[in-house]
């Protein structure tokens, strides 16, 4: 009994560390104070549509893949502008060699010229050209 629930606990713990918890927020900061339109989803499941006043966050909890090919795609549309990008990729938000680093809480401030990852050392975030 008590070996099978060792091999449980470590399998669970295993497993937990193998598929890392994420969880991404998503911050409408505008500088126009539009409202912002957001819809994000991956090949097996889709966010839906959310609308962001200014300020307002969104937010959505995952794991990533065993192959670490987990990808979120948001596609975000204010007054005369629509963009895309991917709020998430493991190989550079979960991956320890990427110029970012990895995240558990990947926080997201979308601007006007670009989303941009907050730092949790208060550093300058990270910004990133939009897809389109």
Known sequence: MLISFTIILATTSFASALFSAKHVVIVNKLVTRATLIVHCMNKEED????????????????????????????????????????????????????????????????????????????GLPNCFPWAS
Do not use: H, M
Not at 81 to 108: H, L, M, Y
């Open 47 to 122: 966010k839906g549509v959310i609308s962001l006043g200014p300020g307002d966050s969104f937010d959505f909890r995952f794991r990533v893949n065993l192959r670490k090919t987990t990808v979120y795609t948001c596609s975000f549309a204010w007054p005369g502008n629509t963009a895309t990008f991917d709020i998430f990729r493991a190989d550079r938000d979960d991956n320890p060699q990427s110029k970012v680093g990895v995240c558990s809480e990947c926080i997201w401030s979308i601007y006007e010229p670009a989303p941009c990852r907050d730092r949790r050392d208060g």
